[in-house]
Each structure stands twice: as C-alpha cells, then as structure tokens.
T-cell receptor, first 114, second 113 residues
Framework: EAAVTQSPRNKVAVTGGKVTLSCNQT?????MYWYRQDTGHGLRLIHY???????EKGDIPDGYKASRPSQENFSLILELATPSQTSVYFC?????????????FGPGTRLTVL | GDSVTQTEGQVALSEEDFLTIHCNYS??????LFWYVQYPGEGPQLLFR?????EKGSSRGFEATYDKGTTSFHLRKASVQESDSAVYYC????????????FGDGTQLVVKP
C-alpha cells in the first residue's frame, strides 16, 4: 500500500480563498517536505519539517504556511490563494538517520486557482 | 550554494536509440547524487544513487557514474523503450544540508515506437 498519500488529488479554488493540502506518511520518517512542480522549474521546495511541531522555510515559502501536528501528517496552507499558486504540489518523506537522503513522494495534488 | 544543472529540457528518441542526459552539479561538500524518474500522473521515485567518486549507480538498464573531477553524473541507457518515457531528475544531497535534496529542472524523455 502507498506509504505517502495526499488529499485532495485535485482542487479548484477561488482567488483569495483558503486552501489546505494534506499529506500522510506511514514510513515513520522524521522529515517531510512540500514541493511545487512547474514546467521549466522542476521541483521547488516550499516548506519542510524535521518532526512533529517543527516547520522550516524552503526556497519559495512566500504565500504558504505549513503545519506538522504529528509524525504522520504534514499540511500546506494557502491563506489567500492566488492564480500564481496554480501548480502541482508534491509531499515527500525521508529518514533523517541515514547517510543518504532518499525521499519518498506522494502522487501529487493538482491545484487550480481561478 | 548547492545546485544541479541538467542540460536537456526535452529529449525525443526512437525505440532502441541510445540515451544520454547530462547532469553537472555544484556542492560545497561531498554529496550523494541521485537520479529520480517520474512517470505520468505519479510522484518522482528513486532510480538509483551514488555516494563516492567513480561509483556507478544503475537500475532498469539505466546507469550513471559519479565523476568528482568533472562534477558530473550523466544518465545513459543503451537502448530505450517506449515505456521509458518519463521525466528524469538529477539531484544531490549534501550532508551539511540536513538531508535536503536539491533537484535539477528535469528532462522530459519521449520515446517513439
């Protein structure tokens, strides 16, 4: 069964609305990540977390908040959605205890902001 | 800072053609290098990794050799199939980066039958 799941898989939102993207992992990994994927930009890191209660800013955090209430769950929050946030969002988890840093990705959420 | 550069944005080949996707990196330390593959409608998944100079990573007929001298990790496959059509990401992780992975912009591979 899938170890990293995301919900919803597709979302249409209106400009100025609040959007919450959810991620759940059963890998028991400490680290979790949120990326957005846009043509020509690859995967860009928005926020990440080292464990429950922690969130860190990635490379493009403006307009996004993150929440890590438990080991398993990591949410990405768009308080005031804008059309420029239309994208595909991926959540990933990774084990902090290894020498190499493989990440395991969810299937993605396609967000359209009208 | 750490970064990865993939030269090709898109590659179009026919089945049984030879594939090369170029990847060069910049890192302050001694990074682990990765190739990830993303099939349509899915998230990226690890293809293989290499952690030491001259180490070869390989999987599913794809291979790449870690070259510290030229800071490269080029992806190659001798004979591509239509099922190899996907986006390929070169990436690195530096121990000093707290397990962050830095991804290249990705290369879209289209293989025609």
């Amino acid at each position: 069964e899938a170890a990293v799941t995301q919900s919803p898989r597709n979302k249409v939102a209106v400009t100025g609305g609040k959007v919450t993207l959810s991620c759940n992992q059963t890998n028991n990994h400490n680290n979790m990540y949120w990326y957005r994927q846009d043509t020509g930009h690859g995967l860009r890191l928005i926020h990440y977390s080292y464990g429950a209660g922690s969130t860190e800013k990635g490379d493009i955090p403006d307009g996004y908040k993150a929440s890590r209430p438990s080991q398993e769950n990591f949410s990405l929050i768009l308080e005031l959605a804008t059309p420029s946030q239309t994208s595909v969002y991926f959540c990933a988890s990774g084990d902090a205890g290894t020498d190499y840093a493989e990440q395991f990705f969810g299937p993605g959420t396609r967000l359209t902001v009208l | 800072g750490d970064s990865v550069t993939q030269t090709e944005g898109q590659v179009a080949l026919s089945e049984e053609d030879f594939l090369t996707i170029h990847c060069n990196y910049s890192a302050s330390g001694y990074p682990t290098l990765f190739w990830y593959v993303q099939y349509p409608g899915e998230g990226p998944q690890l293809l293989f990794r290499a952690s030491r100079d001259k180490e070869k990573g390989s999987s599913r007929g794809f291979e790449a050799t870690y070259d510290k001298g030229t800071t490269s990790f080029h992806l190659r496959k001798a004979s591509v199939q239509e099922s190899d059509s996907a986006v390929y990401y070169c990436a690195l992780s530096d121990r000093g980066s707290n397990n962050r992975i830095f991804f290249g912009d990705g290369t879209q591979l289209v293989v025609k039958p």
